[in-house]
């Protein structure tokens, strides 16, 4: 099966308060049952350890199957992120400013390097603080490549991630309530394989 993981990644939340955030979605998962409260060594990312499936976990998947790897916890990561769904090379990126999608593939899915040079150590630049400035190859305006989306959701910029690995599908009900419980936020889902 490998090591599937989905990541609800918050847009929103800020630096300051991706903690609370984080804090408040996780009580109401325990509250509900669908993470266990105590933390045991059941996921792959951070120190190892996360929140394994609580009794109604199913509530989040819709799949009666049990999860049946040791890695099916709930890891939250807090602080400046860039979230990568490790699914290999994107087919585009879209501006946030003209709407326009960026290709970054050829014909034969190979990554065209001119077409990659406006994002170029951005990721990078953004991850340690500064603004990863893009100016958009179609409409020259900047902005940060934490505003820019991907193609099937390859990648995220964002305060607040919250990484389920080996469960089932998250339902699309489920990640809306995370993105009401994180006061309207705006989330984007990355599914993986490590
Ligand atoms: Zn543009």
Redesign the pocket.
């Known amino acids: 099966m490998g090591d599937y993981f989905q990541t609800i990644v918050d847009l929103d939340a800020t630096e300051r308060e991706a903690q609370e955030c984080g804090a408040r979605v996780l009580d109401w998962l325990i509250a509900e049952g669908i993470v266990a409260a105590e933390r045991t060594d059941c996921v792959l990312g951070g120190d190892g350890y996360g929140h394994p499936p609580g009794p109604h976990f199913t509530k989040a998947v819709g799949d009666l199957d049990p999860v049946d790897l040791w890695s099916n916890g709930l890891h939250i990561q807090t602080g400046r992120t860039v979230f990568d769904s490790g699914q290999g090379d994107v087919g585009a990126a879209t501006?946030p400013?003209?709407r326009?999608g960026i290709r970054l593939v050829d014909e034969v899915w190979e990554p065209i390097e001119s077409a990659w040079e406006p994002f170029e150590g951005r990721f990078h630049d953004w991850a340690e603080g500064g603004e990863g400035i893009v100016h958009?190859p179609?409409?020259a305006?900047p902005s940060g490549i934490d505003r820019w989306s991907w193609e099937d959701d390859a990648y995220a910029c964002g305060h607040l991630g919250f990484t389920f690995w080996g469960w089932a599908e998250l339902t699309s009900a489920f990640t809306r309530e995370v993105g009401r419980r994180l006061g309207g936020h705006r989330t984007v889902l990355l599914a993986g394989k490590l």
């Open positions: 501006c400013l003209c326009t958009c179609s409409c305006q």
